[in-house]
């Protein structure tokens, strides 16, 4: 009996001692261990990648809708004053008449949004009305938004909405402008975007001819933290912007802003200057001016219209500045001058604050423009 239990825990011990060895692994070898650490690191290396895109995608979603929301902030005015006009203009009406089309080519003129616009509007807009068969006031209204906002696409669909920068040395970007539209006040502002982008910024006060001017650009120099080349008032604009050019040329600036006067009593005289001061930057740095801004009072309306051409004239403008957007109640005028003059606007103020100076973007100043005037369709 006792040797019969001592072979059962022998025979017991040894499954167990079988369980146990089966149970170990063989080592693995060197290579095979390095190939399996490899495969982790690329697992690992992956995963990291796909949250970083996941990252970079949440923050690009929430940069544009932070974007747009501007744009909706900023042209809140403009929206709520046409919006406005356009109820009243439905509510005179039982019929969509010949004269009704009167009123609407009159409030879309009043809109600043120019003759030409006004009248093709209104022309299409007999045809849309009756294709579509709009016969509700809620149904027209929609067309008219509509049709403005397919223009407003149509019209910038092959115009450069983008700044230009040098692929070597200084960009030079030329500002013209009437005075009293924010031209120095954006230079400034601009300024301070480049600083903060970590570029070496320099700006030229070359409007020697307006009475603090030069102060005024100072200022905005010293706030920012930029150079500034300046000479006392009276003088020579061409002087000022050969020292600034050259100066930005040898101490290797990225960002050279040159501001110019505003005067346009004389025409002669404004483009004989503004014509030396691009041949000296040019004589300099043959690519530069890299653009040529003009900036505008979107408040001023068809009187802007006016100085655009003006400029126009004087010097080869590559983008409208459109200052003061958030201030008016029309904002017709980015059509105005797309429609008329077909120079692309690329930079507009919707604020005060120094980044509510923005880039312009077509998608997203419609957005602004009519949202809440029209509802999405169903296929």
Known sequence: MTTQNADQGAETEKEDTDEQLASIEPEESPAKTAEKTAEEAIEVAEDVAEHEEEAEQVEKQAQTESEASRYTHGLKKIRTGFKGRINALLANFRHVDEDFFDDLEEMLIESDVGFEAAMKISDELRDEVKFQNAKSKAEVSEVIVEKLVDLYEEAGKDQDEELHFAEEGPTVFLFVGVNGVGKTTTIGKLAKRYKDEGKKVMVAAGDTFRAGAIQQLDEWAQRVGVTIVKKPEKSDPASVVYDAVTKAKKENYDILLVDTAGRLQNKVNLMNELEKIQRIITREIPEAPHEVLLALDATTGQNALSQAKQFKDATDVTGIILTKLDGTA???????????????????????????????NTEDFAYGLFKGLITPRED
Not at 338 to 360: A, S, T, W, Y
Request: proline share 3%; net charge negative.
């Open 330 to 360: 029309r904002g017709g005028i980015v059509l105005a001058i797309r429609n008329e003059l077909h120079i692309p606007v690329k930079l507009v103020g919707l604020g005060e604050q120094v980044d509510d100076l923005r880039d312009f």
